[in-house]
């Protein structure tokens, strides 16, 4: 989510194409030599983040990514196909050579920059939900401390609640209590029926879960490491990097990003140019 991103268990590599139509790519924007050879944009996806990417009611691909995907696709003449993909599975992919792109929303760390590069397009920090008459409750330097955390597996939440939970032990304060969840939606449901207090995931999939729970949940104001959120891409593939990044410019530059964030309210998360971190001194503060 900071993802960032989540994972969906049970899942292998199944494909699933999504309809945009296919235009005429820009000048200059250099298609990578697999796109020049298959006519295609292949990017792993969880497709079960929204409003980043999900299922709407009629099954078609949407959200926030799958829309700038099929932008992007439209750029490069080329057909967009979705892998659905299981997030714990996305850097080893890319390492291994499955696929050459992991659209979710990545944070950089040293330990993934040793596999991968990203190519930066949000931002965010990660944030608490719970419901309303819980709010209360959640006080003091410290308000996860002595609550049941429920987050996905091998994102960046995971790993903030071990860092969190460490810090209450070293403040004399009760643990946290940290579930582990395989899809978003299970755990916003271990919220609602009140098996854990809270929710861990980045801010910007919380804001929207705010708004379409009405009301049932709410996002407490604590934000912990906000930072730039980025595309996988496997490491040293200059060619993909080198098509996303000049494709997502133009997408900033005409005005069309800015669009898809804020038709799903996301638009304060924008960044202001897209970018390639391959080491960790290449992360932008803004």
């Known amino acids: 989510m900071n993802r960032y991103l989540k994972p969906m268990a049970g899942l292998g590599l199944a494909l699933g ?14 298609k990578s030599p697999e796109v020049a050879q298959t006519g295609t944009l292949a990017i792993a996806n969880t497709l079960d983040f929204a409003p980043f990417e999900y299922l709407d009611a009629d099954g078609q691909q949407t959200g926030i990514i799958i829309e700038l995907a099929g932008e992007v696709a439209k750029l ?15 850097i080893p992919g890319l390492s291994a050579g499955r696929f050459k792109i992991a659209w979710e929303t990545f944070s950089a760390n040293d330990d993934r920059l040793k596999q991968v590069d990203f190519v ?19 006080t ?24 969190l939970d460490a810090e209450c032990k070293a403040a004399n304060l009760p643990p946290v209590q940290k579930s582990v969840f395989n899809a978003s939606t299970d755990i916003i449901q271990a919220v609602l029926s009140g098996r854990i207090d809270a929710r861990l995931d980045d801010a910007t999939a919380s804001s929207y879960f705010e708004v379409t729970s009405k009301g049932k949940l709410v996002v407490l104001p604590q934000l912990y490491d906000v930072a730039p959120l980025g595309m996988a891409v496997a490491k040293g593939d200059a060619a993909t990097q080198t098509m996303m990044i000049a494709a997502l410019s133009e997408l900033f530059k005409n005005g069309t990003y800015q669009k898809i964030l804020d038709k799903y309210g996301m638009g304060k998360y924008a960044i202001q140019e897209p970018y390639l971190v391959d080491s960790m001194d290449k992360v932008r503060k803004d």
């Open 17 to 30: 194409l999504a309809a945009w139509s296919v235009g005429p790519a820009s000048a200059e924007i250099v």
């Open 76 to 90: 490069v003449d080329a057909k967009l196909d979705i892998q659905r993909t299981p997030f714990p599975s996305m």
């Open 120 to 138: 930066m397009f949000l931002k965010a920090g990660v944030a608490a939900s719970t419901a309303p008459d819980l709010v209360a409750s959640f």
């Open 140 to 163: 003091g330097d410290h308000p996860l401390c002595g609550k049941r955390v429920g987050v996905s597996a091998g994102t960046a939440s995971d790993f903030l609640v071990d860092k």
